[in-house]
């Protein structure tokens, strides 16, 4: 229900998110502004702030409603679950959303704890949790060490995906996927080298998960 007590329109909410994207496209972030957003939607300024009374509110959820959960990695191989998943979060982040629209927007979110919070809640956390599920069934599988946290993992996994996200582009290439994966599990796998054995192994001749070792 809005806030007076009508009836969200599912079309109106859809075309005002669809109109949002194209403007921040187009124009940037700097250059996004309610009116136009409501030209484009066909509504109106009033309308939309009826529906997300803070512009922050209204391109989270643009945002969301391109950025696609990645699904949980699950080929019977720590390492390549870990590289498929900073290869699914680098594609959420940088082929789906807008380009030069994350920074500026969690700037802009970090001086309000409400908004700071909703935006990791509804950006940030959904695509994260494949990574996590990945990492937490390699450590009960016994591939990494039990005292291995999968949130700390993924958080370093992470990290120079947002960092790219975050920044730019530079003048060197990032890391690989493998690098990123290579770098860590070197100090969080059981048999690292056993990890590796597996992940150049042939798909249909790696077996059951549990039975690694």
């Keep these: 229900m809005s806030a007076g007590g009508r009836p969200r329109d599912p079309a109106i909410d859809?075309?005002?998110?669809?109109?949002?994207?194209?403007?921040?496209?187009?124009?940037?972030?700097?250059?996004?502004?309610?009116?136009?957003?409501?030209?484009?939607?066909?509504?109106?300024?009033?309308?939309i702030r009826r529906r997300w009374p803070r512009r922050q509110d209204l391109l989270i959820d643009a945002l969301a409603s391109v950025m696609?959960?990645?699904?949980?990695?699950?080929?019977?191989c720590?390492?390549?679950d870990l590289m498929q998943s900073v290869r699914l979060l680098d594609a959420a982040l940088h082929e789906r959303l807008p380009r030069a629209v994350l920074a500026p927007l969690v700037a802009d979110c970090a001086r309000d704890p409400e908004l700071h919070q909703r935006l990791t809640d509804v950006l940030v956390l959904p695509s994260r949790q494949a990574a996590t599920t990945a990492v937490e069934r390699a450590v009960a599988r016994g591939d990494l060490r039990p005292d291995v946290d999968p949130h700390v993992l993924v958080d370093l996994l992470a990290a120079s995906v947002y960092q790219r996200a975050l920044l730019g582009e530079t003048a060197t290439a990032g890391p690989s996927a493998g690098d990123i994966v290579d770098l860590l599990l070197r100090g969080a796998a059981v048999d690292f080298d056993d990890l590796v054995r597996i992940s150049r192994t042939p798909a249909h001749l790696r077996g059951h998960p549990t039975a690694h070792h």
């Excluded at 250059?31 to 309308?47: H, N, Q, S």
């Excluded at 696609?68 to 019977?76: K, Q, S, T």
């Design 14 to 47: 859809a075309a005002v998110l669809t109109a949002t994207l194209d403007i921040l496209r187009a124009h940037g972030y700097s250059g996004f502004a309610m009116e136009a957003v409501a030209a484009r939607a066909g509504t109106t300024k009033a309308a």
């Design 68 to 76: 696609a959960v990645p699904p949980v990695p699950d080929n019977n």
């Design 78 to 80: 720590t390492r390549c």
